[in-house]
């Protein structure tokens, strides 16, 4: 099923994250096993900004589950990646768009994980919404994806951006029709 390999996807990103904090804090002063390398300097802000990437993260599935399926019983895991599987599980008797938003929530977020891990290429592997290229590159500077085809503008000339959200929803969409035309 899409969803899961998606889910799980963005779980083991979301721990890779986890670990990468975990180890940061480990390694720098104040935080047990020092590292001549790393000074609290140049980690302290990625550890604060991956830190609240991941809280970020948990708070905006439980805030979906709690909007669109309360009276959740179970409780949140306590381990971050967990929150995906936990999501599914509690959605799993909604309806099919309570799924779709669930899973395209999911697949944003994998995005995201693999961005701010630096792995900014995965936007390559997403065709561009407006031309069907794979010419998508990252651009930090307005936090989306921008195409490299130089006939694909926008009305105003501009080159054609999109958002993480907008790749997501497109690959969760083909994702279904692949899967609708398969049965
Ligand atoms: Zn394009």
Redesign the pocket.
Known sequence: MGHTDTSTKAAAQLALLVDYFVELRASSPGGGRRSPTRSIENTAPLNVATLSHIHASVREIKEYVDIESPGTMEPLPKDPAGVYDWCIRNTEHDDEAVKRRRDTLIYRQYLEHKILAGDVKIVRRHR??????V??HWRASVGSAV?R?RN?RTPDGLA?TWTLAHLAAENIADKEKRSRRAT
């Open positions: 561009c919404p407006g031309c069907g290229t010419g998508l195409c085809n694909c054609s």
